[in-house]
């Protein structure tokens, strides 16, 4: 040990040695000075090469999974990773929109045209003013001559089956003196006729003929939250024909009044909002997830305002749907009561004991009872001004609707009310039927 110190010592007592090696020592520096500052000077492409190479052998390892089976190899990549929003929006669209349909109203008009009236005098003062044009006293006249098929409305909807059944708005089929075609997404035309109109819900069921059709899988609503990236697809303006846009869930349990053109309004409660856009047209169409199930109808835009925009979650119309499948309508339980939830406003203002639940209260005219009669509600006793408070346990309040509640259960079920009948509080069952189908 002592002899290598010595020896070390001896070298670097060499003057010429130690210039050398200290240069060299700085020329090192230097040198990996210089090459670092090239490599982050040029950053960007350094990593965009690795990038590219990563996702290059990605793509043949996908590849040479195909060895193996296509079926599995679709289930890797499924399960991979994705680098952006972008390519889940992008896949999603690609498995979706085969599934995704235009539906066009037509109907039978009248056709007008002109014509002049040959028995009719020509300009009287042809002499006394001649500069004055005879058509200003032989105007042209209008008259029917047959009928012809316009386009007079839209919507879109998807398929639920492989057999042609198509989920859509009732609002968007609600005419019942009209032709519905539907357009697939690979340009075919179709005739659809309207299976059942849910009497509850702004959703119907429609099909076409014919099998084998792409259709959407069914996700879960009940375990959306906000934020939640979404994407809309339908029939903007009924122009443009699946148009994509994409945003997130921005509410749930929402409740809102919703009207078209021809002044009908309807409230819509537990609904989602999303800032995805939704114009006239898309009503109908699919609010997918980005694993292309479908998570709400699209039904309603508010007015005025932008990035507004709301759906029927999915599971309160699968009931709808398995009920088509197996009776070939809809059937749905319902109580037989008009009625306005009340609110800590109507509380103080009519002196209530409660600022939750609904009175059941007549509608607009003499002829909207509040007790429909013959029905669940009025075979179990409930009069006018009764409040419903609960159901099976259930506070009725903003957050849990009457509707919602009485959708959950099954015809012929009973199901236990807690109501106040003129000021006392009791409990009463009633036994749900069927709700007529309008």
Known sequence: MQNLLSKIKKIFSNKVFVLSFLSGVVSLVIVL?????????????????FAKEYLRESQESFKASNDVGKTEAEKIIERQAVFSQESFVVNTVKKTNPAVVSIVISKNVPKYESYIDPNKQLNPFGGIFPGVPDFFFNMPQYRQNGTEKKEVGGGSGFFVSAEGLIVTNKHVVDQKDVEYTVFTNDGKKHNAVVVARDPVLDIALIKVSGSGFPYLGLGNSDSLQVGQSVIAIGNALGEFRNTVSVGVVSGLARSVTAGDMSGKTETLDQVIQTDAAINPGNSGGPLLNLSGEVIGVNVAMAQGSQSVGFALPVNSIKGAIDSVKNTGKIIRPYLGIRYVPITPEMKDKNNLSVDYG??????????????????????????????????NGKKINDQTSLASLIRQRNIGETITLKILHKGAEKNISVILESAKDN
């Open 33 to 49: 000075m210089v090459s670092l500052g090239i490599v982050w000077h040029y950053r960007a492409k350094v990593f965009g090469y």
């Open 358 to 391: 609904v009175l059941v209260k007549n509608g607009a005219t003499a002829n909207d009872l509040a007790v429909i009669p013959g029905s669940p509600a009025d075979k179990a006793g409930i009069v006018e001004n009764d409040i419903i408070l609960e159901i």
